[in-house]
């Protein structure tokens, strides 16, 4: 079992991301399970198996910055050397 049930992350180009991580982390298995894409609500949330785990959405709010962080760090399982290489 997982501690953790899912990360999200405000992003500034909602669409690269999108084509990023749609082509990278099928790399690895995972694909977009969810999609919002409403004038005032978008996000989407990758994964396994039916469950969104890492989401993603443009929906940050301006004002608001998140402390002085050093970096975050996001690791995504893999099932094979193969996997992150292709990754």
Known sequence: ATMI?????SVHDYPQ???FY?????C???ERIF???LEHVKTAGYGTNGKPSFWIS???KEE??????RGVHVAFLAYSIEDIQAW
């Open 64 to 69: 608001e910055e998140i402390g002085k962080a």
């Open 22 to 26: 749609d082509q990278t982390l099928e």
């Open 5 to 9: 049930d899912h990360t999200s992350f």
């Open 17 to 19: 991301s999108l084509a």
């Open 35 to 37: 999609t919002i894409d």
């Open 58 to 60: 443009p929906m940050g």
């Open 28 to 30: 690895l298995g995972y």
